[in-house]
């Protein structure tokens, strides 16, 4: 009998040997999958051979968790102030010898530098997860999700966190977020099973589970979760706006330098500059009400738009007059670059 439990033993260590060379799966073999080994002894005693003894060794492969959360694109995701539903991208792979779900979470990032450079700086609000459940890249036709049920091993998900820009924000402003995913067991379809940790003892017959996921951008090496991080980059508009006024004729002395008496005509220019590097800012619409003591004359032009200077001769086109108020709405205005509503009135 001692020499049979020896020979067991011998022939278990060849047989997680041959194992662990080959084994079934990319990610190893399937946990809870029977190892059953039988060994064989004969002997002879006094020249006759006697009954082979036997005795079977029989366990089932443990439960390795392992897993990654990647961001993809390689990216930032530019956005405008105050954007809603605005996407960052994930993809959340079970690298496990078995089908798990995994808990999804997202958090802020409180400073420090962002996944893409800069530094983080501001948060989003309203974050709110989805898994693109028909791969097809979008996130509007899915409904927010806490959990991937059920991935099998050796399957990925994307994920996408949605979340909103405050208004406030300025150029280059950076906002990173944190996509976490935690293991738990796949238990049942359409619920999430419950979390896995690192069983304490090895029992031959009972799918033991072993955590061997390493560590993300905000998790530790063997926790059963792996995060990554996103950012969000701001790209605003950084309008200013100078009004000036110049009096360009006098019933007395006409356009030679003329003076601000009454009966004078005062040319207005409303100018919009955008700051360099800036987003293009668009529809944008000037409102200006004429001051009491003038009064709006087109005698010489009506309500002019879109110079890039304060020279009416660049101005084609035509903004309105109403009541006591002159407005116009401007061309896109790209980063850099200045666009004017000019019009005249004349001191009462
Ligand atoms: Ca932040
Ligand atoms: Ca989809
Ligand atoms: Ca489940
Ligand atoms: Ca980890």
Redesign the pocket.
């Known amino acids: 009998m001692i020499r049979t439990s020896k020979l067991l033993g011998a022939a278990s260590i060849v047989t997680l040997a041959a194992l662990g060379a080959t084994p079934a799966f990319a990610d190893g073999t399937g946990a809870g999958t029977t190892i059953q080994n039988t060994v064989t002894v004969s002997y002879s005693v006094g020249g006759v051979a006697q009954n082979d003894q036997q005795a079977t060794d029989q366990f089932v492969v443990d439960r390795k968790i392992n897993l990654t959360v990647a961001e993809v694109g390689g990216t930032q995701t530019v956005v405008s102030p105050g954007a809603t539903q605005q996407v960052t991208t994930f993809r959340v792979t079970n690298l496990s010898n078995d089908t798990a779900d995994f808990a999804l979470s997202v958090a ?4 420090g530098p962002g996944a893409f450079g800069g530094t ?4 989003t609000t309203g974050e709110t997860i989805y898994i693109d459940t028909d791969n097809d890249g979008d996130w509007a036709d899915e409904t927010p999700v806490s959990y991937i049920d059920e991935l099998a091993p050796d399957q990925s998900r994307t994920v996408f966190v949605v979340s909103n820009v405050p208004l406030n924000q300025v150029s280059g402003d950076v ?2 977020v944190v996509l976490t995913a935690t293991a738990h067991a796949g238990g049942t379809a359409g619920s999430q099973g419950a979390l896995l940790t690192t069983s304490a003892n090895n029992t031959a017959n009972t799918v033991d589970t072993v955590l061997a996921d390493g560590a993300g951008r905000t998790d530790a090496q063997y926790d059963g979760r792996f995060s990554a991080a996103d950012d969000y980059i701001v790209s605003a508009a950084a309008l200013t706006v100078l009004k000036t006024s110049s009096v360009v004729q006098d019933p007395v002395s006409g356009t030679n330098n003329p003076k601000a008496i009454p009966g004078a005509i005062v040319q207005y220019c409303i100018s919009v500059t955008n700051a360099a590097g800036s987003a293009t800012a668009a529809g944008v619409n000037v409102v200006d009400d004429v001051p009491a003591g003038l009064t709006y004359t087109a005698t010489n032009f009506p309500v002019r738009t879109n110079s890039t200077s304060c020279d009416v001769a660049g101005a084609t086109d035509t903004g309105s007059f109403s009541g006591t108020r002159v407005s116009g709405t401007l061309a896109n205005i790209a980063g850099g670059e200045t666009r004017t509503l000019i019009f005249q009135a004349v001191i009462d």
Request: net charge negative.
């Open positions: 802020q990032q409180a400073g983080d700086n501001f948060n906002a990173s």
